[in-house]
């Protein structure tokens, strides 16, 4: 039993009132399961279990052991996992690292080792915390932000719009770590493989620039502009909408002449019913709530046929 000490905590110091030095600079990875909440109440410790081990053997068959080996502040999160690493060796966990857990959970999902299928979103991100080896270790903004991103729109969007037999892995990396790893040539995995996207969390003030990385993908990558002015020009059969942001970007605009335009979150019913547009006929109602990829895959000529 631990003796009970009458003394004060030691005072937490305020910050910007004398210089200190710097925590080490920690690589971070986070991962997640995806609809871990909606599963049966009997499939949690299971889960929370397997996250980890599908991790390990992931660093193992890439040759990256030693990332588990001298982890640092790791945690289980129930439904997900992180850890600390040598910074040096975040191009490591961006590739190959990522695309073996693809491959470790296509095993485990497709073959049946498990009963309870997973699919694993991940956040990579790079920052100064403190390793007091204790159960307080590792607490910082730059830990904060790695689950920020790891509950952002964009990442949950990949996942939920891929086939769930193809893509297992969605990752979003934080704006440094892809400036330092990925735009600097020290990752082996070409630029084309990411996608700029503005990451946000629903119901939490956070916003920062990220980019999206998907192994194996199944469908579209989730696309979006940071900053964008959206300007939707005024026509006959429809009404002019503006978002404006205080930051100078470039302006989109945006027209559907002969119907409704969506540019976020459809609540509702709404009605449609055009004569030919782009050779297209559409007529019939799109009820409910409207988010995510909304448009069409066009294999060959689209106009063929229709001179």
């Known amino acids: 039993m631990r003796e009970f000490t009458s003394e004060l905590p030691q005072r937490i110091s305020r910050p910007n009132t004398h210089s200190q030095p710097l925590p080490a600079y920690r690589g971070i990875l986070a991962v997640d399961a995806k609809g871990f909440t909606g599963r049966p109440a009997i499939e949690h410790e299971a889960v929370s279990r397997v996250v980890p081990e599908l991790l390990k053997t992931a660093l193992f068959r890439a040759e990256l052991q030693d990332l588990w080996e001298d982890r640092t502040f790791p945690a289980s999160t129930g439904d997900g996992y992180i850890f600390g690493f040598d910074p040096t060796r975040m191009p490591f966990v961006i590739h190959p690292l990522l695309l ?19 699919r694993l979103r991940a956040s990579v991100h790079v920052g100064p915390l403190p390793d ?28 939920a719009s891929h086939k769930e037999k193809i893509t297992h892995v969605a990752a979003i990396l934080s704006d440094r770590c ?7 040539g020290y990752t082996g995995r070409h ?10 969390v629903e119901g ?3 916003s920062q620039r990220a980019w ?48 409704n335009l969506n540019t976020g979150t459809v609540h509702g019913g709404q009605s449609v019913a055009n004569r030919h547009v782009a050779g297209d006929y559409v007529e019939g109602n799109k009820a409910g709530r409207v988010r995510g990829f909304q448009g069409d895959q066009v294999r060959g000529n689209k106009y063929q046929g229709r001179q």
């Open 100 to 118: 073996m857990l693809q491959d470790v959970l296509t095993d485990y999902n497709v073959l049946s080792y498990g009963a309870v299928p997973i």
């Open 132 to 159: 007091t080896r204790d159960e307080f270790s590792g607490n910082g903004t730059a830990r904060n932000d790695t689950h920020r991103l790891l509950d952002s729109r964009p990442v949950k969007a990949v996942l």
């Open 178 to 184: 892809y400036e330092d790893a990925v735009a600097s």
């Open 191 to 200: 630029l084309d493989h990411f996608v700029e996207v503005a990451a946000t």
């Open 204 to 206: 939490k003030p956070f």
């Open 212 to 259: 999206i990385y998907v192994p194996q993908p199944s469908g579209p990558l989730y696309e979006e502009v940071p900053d964008a002015v959206t300007t939707v020009e005024p026509t006959q059969e429809g009404a002019t909408a503006q978002a404006h942001d205080d930051t100078p970007a470039p302006q989109v605009r945006n027209s559907a002449p002969h119907g």
